[in-house]
């Protein structure tokens, strides 16, 4: 399933709408490096809401794709992560280091937002 | 259960069918109802069993005992005496009632019909040997039915009462806008410290929180388990977007956290609770200032 990537202004979301394989995580992490520069967006936010499972493959690849989008010049946060997910995903031991995240995407928007402000 | 057929079935080949003997001993016990009631209700006075009740009550109490447990005899049917021990359980243990006096008064009840029993049929041991035959495995299984209604009914009050306790000891507050505090207070153990979390990650949901203040003074000792808890705590609430400040580590549990070598490097640590606020005010972006009065 293809996951929709929308411009908003200085940003891009992504909103996944349901599981993902892990070759639909892949394939949006390609899409969303190749647009981050493309559409000279200066943030990215990924909408995980409608998951309620994150696996390690899926933690790590979230991981990754804020990694790699720091490299090519915008920042990246996570929003939605439901209660139980968060719950279950620090229990394995996944607590995605150095990512952003935030309640929702009013918030992740605020987040980037303040972030952009910042720096210009 | 199986002993109980059998011995059905031994009273059967010999003479009357159980039923039969049962219908006799029934119609005794209406006969002598009164007689046999105001016996026991002297009894159980006598014991001093059921003292939290008044003398009237006992009475009433006794009377509705009774005709259930020859009701009971009769069908040979136990669900309306469950329902009524369920029933009398469920009113009298906010009174104080113990164990003990409930299976004292039953097994008193057996005793004082018993006792009857051995008076009427006197003159005659083979018959008096097959009516207690029929009534014994009866009675006994109206006094395990009684007993097991009010313990059940206990343990169901004890539950209720243990749910209750738990919900009371997490509390997740909210104090400003965007703002949580969650005061713990007592023992955590992994149940609750699961229970905790859960309830901190809906509030942080529920409250759109942005800090939230997670205050451990009243926490007398903390181990690894514990801490590893809390650390899982504050990361899951990071994932929600939220940032934690925990305060008020006693000494002890700041020299116990070092020495078994728990990172608490990652977590946001205040002294005490004021000072927690503060900064979380701050991280919101509130400034409290005093209100000067207008000379």
Same mark, same amino acid.
């Given at each position: 399933m293809e996951v929709p990537i929308l411009k908003q202004g200085d940003f891009l979301i992504a909103t996944i709408q349901a599981a993902l394989t892990d070759a639909d995580l892949l394939h949006l992490r390609t899409a969303l490096l190749q647009q981050v520069v493309r559409s000279r967006s200066r943030g990215v936010i990924v909408d995980?809401?409608?998951?309620?499972l994150m696996d390690s493959f899926a933690s790590r690849t979230v991981q990754e794709i804020v990694h790699m989008i720091r490299l090519r010049g915008a920042e990246t946060v996570i929003v939605g992560i439901q209660p139980e997910v968060a719950f279950a995903m620090v229990q394995l031991g996944l607590t995605l280091e150095n990512v952003a995240t935030a309640l929702d995407l009013e918030e992740g928007l605020a987040y980037l937002n303040q972030k952009s402000k910042t720096i210009s | 259960m199986a002993e109980v057929q059998e011995e059905y079935a031994a009273v059967v080949l010999q003479a009357e069918p159980t039923s039969v003997l049962l219908r006799e001993l029934v119609a005794h016990l209406r006969q002598n109802r009164t007689q046999l009631r105001e016996e026991w209700a002297r009894r159980i006075t006598e014991a001093q069993l059921l003292t939290a009740m008044s003398k009237d009550e006992i009475f009433a109490e006794a009377t509705s005992v009774y005709d259930n447990y020859v009701e009971a005899l009769e069908t040979e049917t136990f669900e309306a005496l469950q329902a009524y021990a369920r029933n009398l359980s469920e009113r009298i243990i906010p009174r104080g009632v113990e164990t003990h006096e409930v299976v004292g008064i039953v097994l008193l009840l057996r005793d004082v019909l018993a006792r009857s029993l051995f008076a009427k049929y006197r003159s005659d041991h083979t018959k008096l040997n097959r009516i207690l035959d029929a009534y014994e495995p009866a009675a006994n299984r109206i006094a395990n039915t009684v007993a097991v209604g009010f313990v059940q009914e206990r343990e169901r009050v004890i539950r209720q009462q243990q749910e209750a306790i738990r919900e009371l000891s997490t509390p997740v507050l909210? @104090?400003?806008?965007?703002l949580l505090i969650l005061p713990i207070i007592g023992v955590i153990d992994p149940q609750r410290a699961r229970q905790l979390t859960e309830q901190l990650l809906h509030g942080i949901r529920a409250n759109r929180a942005k800090v939230v203040v997670i205050d451990?003074? $009243? @926490?007398?000792a903390m181990d690894a388990t514990v801490a590893n808890h809390l650390v899982q705590t504050v990361e899951a609430s990071r994932l929600l977007g939220a940032t934690v400040i925990v305060t008020g580590l006693s000494p002890e549990i700041a020299q116990t956290l070092v020495n078994i070598g @728990?990172?608490? $490097?990652?977590m946001n640590t205040v002294g005490d609770l004021q000072g927690g606020i503060e900064q979380a005010e701050r991280l919101l972006g509130y400034k409290v200032v005093p209100i000067v009065e207008a000379s």
């Open positions: 995980v809401t409608a998951l309620d | 909210q @104090v400003r806008e965007r451990i003074t $009243g @926490v007398a @728990v990172d608490l $490097g990652k």
